[in-house]
DNA sequence: ATTATTAGAGCAACCGCTTGCGCAAATAGT
DNA sequence: ACTATTTGCGCAAGCGGTTGCTCTAATAAT
C-alpha cells in the first residue's frame, strides 16, 4: 500500500522555481500576476497533474463545497421516481461547479440528520426537496444561519423556492379536458394534502373550472399514499360517480388507478379518459401512452442548485422561481 | 448577518484552563487522560454546545469522514426504486457512524464524476451500486488506491461485495413455481444481461429446473428495458409459447407485463400466474397482490457502509456477503 | 533625470484540529 | 529514602491551502 505522496502546491512551486503564494494565485486568479508566469503555473500544474487538496482549501477558505440534500426516508415517498430524477439534477449541476451533493435522509418530523450535518458544517447550502407544510426544517436552519433552497411550496413567502407550475398545468390539462367533455364528468385524484404540491394542483383545477364558469363535481382528495384500503374505497367512491375523465396528481396514483380500471374492465380511452402529472417511464410506454404533463424534475434539481450557488456567492436570486410544464396529449385522453 | 463565530477547541480549553490538546485528548480518548479532566471536558462540551469543525479535523486526521455513493443516472436505471431505497439505507448507516453520504451520479460509461470526485480526495471511500460488467469503475478505483465496496457482483473475485443471494432466491422461487406447474409452462423475464445480476437471476432459474430433471422451455432474455418496441416484441414472442406462469427479474417489468396481460384480456393467477423480485409498493398493493422475492434494499446499502468502514479501519471483512431473500407467496401464484 | 505609482512575487500568519515530544508530579520498585 | 516508571498535561509543529502585507523592479508622471 505504498502511496506515492499526490503533487502539491509546494511541490509545483518548487518545480517552477516560485512560491506557494504565486502558484496559488495563479490558480485563482485572484491576486495580482503576470501572464506569463500564470501560463507557466497553469501548464506545470497540468504537467505534474496537480489536484488541489479540497479540504485544506476549505478549511482556509471556510467553505465546504458541499450542498446538501434532503430526501424523504419514509419509504412511499421514496420511492416516487421524483426525488431521485431530482438528485440526478442536483449531481449534474453540482458537478458543474465543483460541488458534491451528500444527502440527508428525513424521516417525517425527524430533523436529527439534518441537524447533524448542519452542526458538522458539512456543507455550505441545502436543498430541501418537497417540504411537508409545518416549515419546521427551514426554522431551524434559520436559526442556525444556513442558506436553503426549496423545491416545491414553501409556507414562508421570503424562502426562495424552484418548484414546477402545478397551478397552471392542471388548469392547463382542465381546461384541455373541458373543451371536449361535460364539466361534471371531470375527476381529479391527489395524494395528501400533506404536501403543498397538491394544494396548488387542487388550486388550477378549480381555476380552469372558474375560468369555464361552471364548477367541478367529481372530486377525490385521497390522503393516505400508502394505505390500500383507502385507495380502494375512494376509488368505489370515485367511480359511483361514474366520471369520463380522470387527472391524477402522481404517476404512482395513475398506475394503481389504470390497474383499478382494468379489474372494472373499463378501456382507456374508450370508456374513460386519463391523464397524469410527470412523465415516468410508465406513462408513455403504457398502452394506451398517457397524456401528462411533463415534469422535468432533472431541470428542478439543476436550478435548485443554481439558485442556491447564486446565493451563496451573494447575488440577488429570483425568489419563487417556476417552471413551465409541458402538457403531452397522447392517446388516453383522445 | 452577524454569525457569532462558533465555538471552538479553544474556547473550551480556556474555560477550563486547560490546553488544546488536553481537550483533544479528552474527546478523542486516545492520549493520556485523568479520569477527572476527561469529565470535566465533556461536560463543559455539552454546556457550551462545542461541535468540532469537521473540515479542520479531516485536514489533520487526512480523513474526509465522507463516503461516496456511485449511482446510474440513466433515466430507466434511475427510475427503478431499488436505487433510492439502498441510498435510504446507506445514509442511514453512514449517520450512525458520523460519516455523510456524497453522491456520484454516472452516466453509461462515463467517469468523470467519479475522478473528479477522487481526485478532489472528497471521500474516503466508494460504493459502487449495480455495476455494469465490464469494471472500468473499478479498475480506476484500484489504481486510485480508493477502497470501495460492490453492491451487486463484480467479476475480480477479489473484491469485496454485498449482495442478494439472487442465485439462490431465484432457485427458491422457480422451485415452488414447479411443484404445481409443468415445467414447460414457466416463462422468464429479465432486463439486460449487461447487468450482472440478471445472469445470477438466470442461473438460479435454471438450476431449479436441473434439480427438478427437466429443463427451461419457454424463456425470454428482454434485454433493453428502454425500448418500448423490443418489449412489445418480445412480450408477443413469449405469449406464443402460452406460459402458465411468469417470473419477473424486477417490478418495472412486472408493471409492464402486467398492464400487458390485462391488454390482453388474461386475468392473473386465473389465466396466468405472475411472480417478481423486489417487493415495491406496486407488488403488494397491486390487485392481486404478487409474489415476490423481498429484497431488503436498505439492508444491502447499509451493509455495504459497514463493510466499506471496517476496511478502512483495517480489519479483515468478508468477501462476497450474500442476504437471503425472504419469498413471500401472494395470490398471484395460488 | 528624478520621483510617484504600480505590477509581480515572496514571507509568514492563519484556518481549527491532531499528535509527537518533553517535562514535572505522582506512583511504583527495591 | 532514593531511583525508575508511569501519569497527566502543555508546547509547538504539522495538515495544505489562502491572503494581508512587504519589498523590489518596472513603468508612468513631471
Redesign the interface.
Known amino acids: 500500500?505504498e502511496?506515492n505522496k499526490?503533487t502539491q502546491l509546494e511541490d509545483i512551486a518548487a518545480a517552477l522555481g516560485l512560491s506557494k503564494s504565486t502558484v496559488s494565485r495563479a490558480i485563482s486568479g485572484k491576486g495580482r500576476i503576470s501572464t506569463d508566469t500564470r501560463e507557466r503555473v497553469l501548464q506545470c500544474i497540468k504537467e505534474m497533474n496537480y489536484?488541489?487538496?479540497?479540504?485544506?482549501k476549505?478549511?482556509s477558505e471556510n467553505k465546504?463545497?458541499?450542498i446538501g440534500?434532503v430526501i424523504p426516508?419514509d419509504?412511499?415517498e421514496?420511492?416516487a421516481?421524483f426525488?431521485?430524477?431530482c438528485?440526478?439534477g442536483i449531481?449534474?449541476e453540482c458537478?458543474v461547479r465543483?460541488h458534491?451533493?451528500?444527502?440527508?435522509?428525513t424521516e417525517k418530523n425527524d430533523l436529527s440528520?439534518l441537524k447533524?450535518?448542519v452542526?458538522?458544517?458539512?456543507v455550505d447550502g441545502i436543498i430541501i426537496t418537497r417540504p411537508v407544510a409545518d416549515g419546521g426544517m427551514e426554522k431551524m436552519l434559520r436559526e442556525n444561519?444556513m442558506p436553503f433552497v426549496v423545491i416545491g411550496q414553501s409556507v414562508d413567502k421570503d424562502v426562495v423556492t424552484v418548484d414546477s407550475d402545478h397551478t397552471a398545468g392542471c388548469r392547463e390539462l382542465t381546461s384541455y379536458l373541458l373543451m371536449s367533455n361535460p364539466p361534471e364528468s371531470i375527476g381529479l385524484i391527489l395524494g395528501s394534502m400533506e404536501h403543498t404540491v397538491n394544494k396548488s394542483r387542487l388550486s388550477g383545477f378549480e381555476a380552469a373550472f372558474a375560468e369555464a364558469g361552471s364548477k367541478p363535481s367529481v372530486q377525490l382528495v385521497y390522503t393516505d399514499v400508502?394505505s390500500?384500503l383507502q385507495?380502494s374505497k375512494a376509488m368505489t367512491a370515485l367511480m359511483k360517480q361514474q366520471p369520463a375523465c380522470i387527472i391524477c396528481g402522481d404517476d404512482?396514483l395513475c398506475?394503481?388507478l389504470?390497474?383499478?380500471l382494468?379489474?372494472l374492465g373499463l378501456s382507456v380511452p374508450d370508456d374513460i379518459k386519463v391523464a397524469s402529472f410527470y412523465d415516468?417511464?410508465?406513462l408513455?410506454?403504457?398502452?394506451p401512452p398517457i397524456t401528462s404533463l411533463i415534469y422535468n424534475a432533472t431541470e428542478l434539481g439543476a436550478t435548485a442548485v443554481s439558485q442556491l450557488m447564486d446565493m451563496l456567492e451573494g447575488e440577488e436570486v429570483e425568489k419563487q422561481k417556476l417552471m413551465h410544464f409541458e402538457m403531452l396529449v397522447r392517446r388516453s385522453t383522445m
Open positions: 500500500m502511496k499526490k489536484r488541489p487538496n479540497m479540504i485544506a476549505s478549511l465546504t463545497y458541499n440534500t426516508m419509504s412511499a421514496t420511492e421516481p426525488f431521485q430524477t438528485l440526478m449531481s449534474k458537478a465543483d458534491d451533493a451528500v444527502i440527508i435522509g440528520q447533524r450535518v452542526d458538522n458544517r458539512k444561519g400508502e390500500e385507495f404512482m398506475m394503481r389504470l390497474a383499478e382494468s379489474n415516468s417511464v410508465f408513455d410506454s403504457y398502452l
